[in-house]
Every structure is written in C-alpha cells, then in structure tokens.
C-alpha cells in the first residue's frame, strides 16, 4: 500500500527557517513528480511546489518562489521543504502529495492519488 | 492563473438526497479537473480524476462531469460518510489551482 508521511512541522519566528520531511513508501519513489499541498487554518488548498521523479525538474507557486526549496533523495524515498524567509502568511498544515498521470490517446491528466496526513507550520513570534 | 469557482459555498442535504456541486473555471480546461473530498482533520482524498473518471475503490454513487467550462460532482444518494467538505482542482495549466471548497452538511 503506498503511503507518504511529513514531519518537521513546528512553530517558528517570521524570518525563521525549516525543512520538512516526506517519506514514502509502498510504490517507486523516483517514477513520480512528488508536490507539497498547504492549507491555512480554516482556508482552501493551496499548491506550494513540485519536483518530478527522473530529472528532479522543480516548479514553485508566485507566493514561495525564491524562499522555499523542494529537494528529493531517491535512495531515502524522501522528499524535502526547505523553508527560509518564513512569513505569518506561511502558516498551514503542510501535505506530501504523490502526482499521479493518466494517460488518454494524445492528452494528460494529473491528480493528487495519495496525501499524507499533513504537518502544521506556525509562523508566529 | 486559473481561477475555480465552486458552487454552493456550502449545502445542508439529508440522507438519500442527490448532491450536486459546480465547478466553474475561468477559462476552459476540457476534462483537465478532479476533485477530492475532505473530512474534519484528515487529508483530502481523490474521488474523480479527469473530469469524470472514478478513483479505484471509491463508491459508484460519484460521479464527475464536464460541460464547458463548468464541471460537475454529483452524489446520486448522500451517504452518512459524505458529510465533509469537496474541492475541485484544475490540472490544465500550472499553477494547479483548486476550488474554495463546498462544504455538504445535515
């Protein structure tokens, strides 16, 4: 059964950093582009990055790009969030998400089949 | 970016009744649309992918449908289980987006 599990959620100061962690397990970690999903408290789904499986291409949202790092260790089955610059906005539970595609003739689809359960980040002084 | 709009914000449906959400996109995004379904303090979870292609292991009474830019999740009889709140999210153009949520309460 695939499964991906976040840690490293805590309560930081604005300006502070952290790195989040997502391990996986139960399918082939480096056949997959892997994505962080936040939440504020309260709020929508909002996607934050991601990092696809074989060239570890990266792709970032408006709102993080240039603070946050998404970084991967194939040999681990690990995913990563660095977060630097962290700002009160920031605040949300933080979820692994694994991308899957589906192929139909010359079209693509992308979905979100398997989530963690999610890590709270608190950004607050 | 590609901004979703979903309809109603939220709902108060019985047991029994059809559900119907929508899912307006503000450009169109053919059949390029899930949606997920999200309970108190859990993660969301896939119930359609593709517009209207039903994710293994989730009941028949789902089903998602595309017409235009406007994209439907119908729940043919609410179960005591579906009282949560449903996103829909777009996979046409980066950034994926996703709805504000609809909330299907008693």
């Known amino acids: 059964e695939m499964q991906v599990l976040e840690s490293g959620g805590d309560l930081v100061q604005p300006g502070g950093s952290l790195r989040l962690s997502c391990a996986a397990s139960?399918?082939?970690?480096?056949?997959?582009?892997m994505c962080w999903v936040r939440q504020a408290p309260g709020k929508g789904l909002e996607w934050v990055s991601s990092?696809?499986?074989?060239?570890?291409?990266?792709y970032y949202a408006d709102s993080v790009r240039g603070r946050f790092t998404i970084s991967r260790d194939n040999s681990k089955n690990t995913l990563y969030l660095q977060m630097d610059g962290l700002r009160a906005e920031d605040t949300a539970i933080y979820y692994c998400?694994?991308?899957?595609?589906?192929?139909?003739?010359?079209?693509?689809?992308?979905?979100?089949?398997?989530w963690g359960q999610g890590t709270l980040v608190t950004v607050s002084s | 970016d590609i901004q979703l709009t979903q309809s109603p914000a939220s709902l108060s449906a019985s047991v029994g009744d059809r559900v119907t959400i929508t899912c307006r996109a503000s450009q169109t995004i053919n059949a390029y649309l899930n949606w997920y379904q999200q309970k108190p303090g859990k993660a969301p979870k896939l119930l359609i992918y593709?517009?209207?292609s039903l994710q293994r292991g989730v009941p028949f009474r789902f089903s998602g449908s595309i017409s235009g830019t406007e994209c439907t999740l119908t729940i043919s009889s609410l179960q005591p289980e579906d009282f949560a709140v449903y996103f829909c999210q777009q996979c046409h153009t980066t950034p994926w987006t996703f709805g504000q949520g609809t909330k299907v309460e008693i």
């Open positions: 998400a694994r991308e899957a595609t589906y192929q139909l003739l010359s079209a693509t689809f992308y979905y979100f089949d398997s």
């Open positions: 593709a517009g209207s």
């Open positions: 139960g399918f082939t970690f480096n056949s997959h582009t």
């Open positions: 990092i696809s499986g074989s060239d570890e291409t990266t």
